[in-house]
């Protein structure tokens, strides 16, 4: 279903900016409705996102840089099988 690699991320970054929009627009209504506990709550929705786009944004300009080769993209597979989850608090 993908072409390449970059495909892929290209495509996961398209829905993070989807998920920005509804969070966005969710926090519009919540603004509009004075609901300052939705507000509150969806604040770090807002902040996770922003986080989101900008990793997936990196990872683009990553396999631009190295063009689909074989190392490059070995390198940036095993960084990101090595990444850890981490709770938010």
Do not use: C
């Given at each position: 279903?993908?072409?390449?690699?970059?495909?892929?991320?290209?495509?996961?970054?398209?829905?993070?900016?989807?998920?920005?929009?509804?969070?966005?627009?969710?926090?519009?209504?919540?603004?509009?409705?004075?609901?300052h506990?939705?507000?509150?709550?969806?604040?770090?929705?807002?902040?996770?996102?922003?986080?989101?786009?900008a990793?997936?944004?990196?990872?683009?300009?990553?396999?631009?840089?190295?063009?689909?080769?074989?190392?490059?993209?070995?390198?940036?597979?095993?960084?990101?099988?090595?990444?850890?989850?981490?709770?938010?608090?």
């Open positions: 279903e993908f072409s390449s690699a970059l495909n892929v991320f290209e495509e996961a970054l398209e829905h993070e900016r989807y998920i920005t929009k509804s969070i966005n627009d969710l926090m519009d209504i919540a603004i509009k409705e004075n609901d506990s939705v507000r509150s709550f969806l604040e770090w929705y807002v902040d996770e996102q922003v986080e989101e786009e990793t997936m944004s990196k990872i683009i300009a990553r396999l631009k840089l190295i063009n689909g080769e074989g190392l490059g993209l070995l390198t940036i597979d095993n960084e990101l099988s090595a990444r850890k989850f981490v709770p938010a608090e």
